[in-house]
T-cell receptor
Framework: KAGVTQTPRYLIKTRGQQVTLSCSPISGHRSVSWYQQTPGQGLQFLFEYFSETQRNKGNFPGRFSGRQFSNSRSEMNVSTLELGDSALYLC?????????????FGEGSWLTVV | EDQVTQSPEALRLQEGESSSLNCSYTVSGLRGLFWYRQDPGKGPEFLFTLYSAGEEKEKERLKATLTKKESFLHITAPKPEDSATYLCAVQAYTGNQFYFGTGTSLTVIP
């Protein structure tokens, strides 16, 4: 059974640009959540989608956005990149995303903003 | 506010030297406590889910326990391949959001 797949794995962007990251969840999983991981802050919750609807949102500025498609695949977008956006972006999926459901992570997308 | 604190931040053990990692939490209604292992450059790998105080789960050299305020990850006779960062997360009844600790970096020396 394939795990959570994230693309691209590594990317370098210039300050002010925008970036789109993609995530394919485990087959049968309908909830996709996104996290930002940095050495100082650990894993910070960005948002969670279920059935193409954003159900939860973390405390990030509006430059961070996401969407989910009918096949449960998800994308997140960061506009007007800042140096501080350099991080590992992790996607996680679960069957329903409801309380108690385990979330499974992908390998992440390493974003470097220069 | 829901919060997770892990200690110690870093731990170095000799191979075979057993120890425990701590995860203390405050959450308004715990729905689940989760342990993950993360190797450098990779995403977190799921280890255990604990749902209620008194519950224990085991996998190879790892054993996770849960009380009303904290969880322990016990590592018995660790091997160098157990070296990784161990992350703890809690999920509340409301919101479905996971709150992660900053992890314990474990190094097991041969």
């Amino acid at each position: 059974k394939a795990g959570v797949t994230q693309t691209p794995r590594y990317l370098i962007k210039t300050r002010g640009q925008q970036v789109t990251l993609s995530c394919s969840p485990i087959s049968g999983h309908r909830s996709v959540s996104w996290y930002q991981q940095t050495p100082g802050q650990g894993l910070q919750f960005l948002f969670e989608y279920f059935s193409e609807t954003q159900r939860n949102k973390g405390n990030f500025p509006g430059r961070f956005s996401g969407r989910q498609f009918s096949n449960s695949r998800s994308e997140m977008n960061v506009s007007t990149l800042e140096l501080g956006d350099s991080a590992l972006y992790l996607c996680a999926s679960s069957v329903t995303g409801t309380a108690g459901n385990t979330i499974y992570f992908g390998e992440g997308s390493w974003l470097t903003v220069v | 506010e829901d919060q997770v604190t892990q200690s110690p931040e870093a731990l170095r053990l000799q191979e075979g030297e057993s120890s425990s990692l701590n995860c203390s939490y405050t959450v308004s209604g715990l729905r689940g406590l989760f342990w993950y292992r993360q190797d450098p450059g990779k995403g977190p790998e799921f280890l255990f889910t604990l749902y209620s105080a008194g519950e224990e789960k085991e996998k190879e050299r790892l054993k996770a326990t849960l009380t009303k305020k904290e969880s322990f990850l016990h590592i018995t006779a660790p091997k160098p391949e157990d070296s990784a960062t161990y992350l703890c997360a809690v999920q509340a009844y409301t919101g479905n959001q996971f709150y992660f600790g900053t992890g314990t970096s474990l190094t097991v020396i041969p």
